[in-house]
Structure formats: C-alpha cells, structure tokens
C-alpha cells in the first residue's frame, strides 16, 4: 500500500521560502507523477502544480514564476519549491500520487 508523507511546513514571513517534500513508500517503483493542492481555510481544495510521467509541469496561475515542482526518483520523493510566499499562500499543503493522497502539512505565511 501507498504512503506518502508530506514535510517541510512551517511559518514563514511573506516574501520568504520553503521547500515542501513528499516521501512515498510501499512501493517498489519509482514515482514519475504527482501532484501538490492545498486547501486554505474556508476553501475548496486545490491544484498548485503537477508533474507528468513524462516530466512536464503544470502550475496554477496563482503559484506560476514562484513554485517549482519537481521529483527525485531515486529517492522516490516529491518536491514543492516555494518562493516570494504571500500570506494568501496559507494552507495545508497534500502530496498527491498514485491514487494516494497524504495528511498535508501546514504552510502559514504571517508577519
């Protein structure tokens, strides 16, 4: 069975950075997709960024030029680089991979 486990959230200023990751195991190959959402306060869930198979992205236009998606195979992990945060960016942020989803971790961007 699939389990990912997101880490790398905190809190942290606008205009900062973090670098969220996403550790899948249970698996004996390697993840080539996935995606990040998030899912502020009061909202719906969310794509941020996706990443094919084939290794082209996606990013939602709030998050374009700012976030970097992007994988490392060998260690079957899954990266969100994000920079030049803004206090709209606030959510819990979900690894999505596989048909699996993990339990988020929390992002707040506040001064």
């Known amino acids: 069975q699939v389990q990912l486990v997101e880490s790398g959230g905190g809190l942290v200023q606008p205009g900062g950075s973090l670098r969220l990751s996403c550790a899948a195991s249970g698996i004996t190959f390697s993840i080539n997709a996935g995606d990040w959402y998030r899912q502020a306060p009061g909202k719906e869930r969310e794509l941020v960024a996706r990443i094919s198979s084939g290794g082209s992205t996606y990013y939602a236009d709030s998050v374009k030029g700012r976030f970097t998606l992007s994988r490392d195979k060998s260690r079957n992990t899954l990266y969100l680089q994000m920079n030049s945060l803004q206090p709209e960016d606030t959510a819990v942020y979900y690894c999505?991979?596989?048909?699996?989803w993990g339990k988020g971790t929390l992002v707040t961007v506040s001064s």
């Open positions: 999505h991979a596989l048909a699996s």
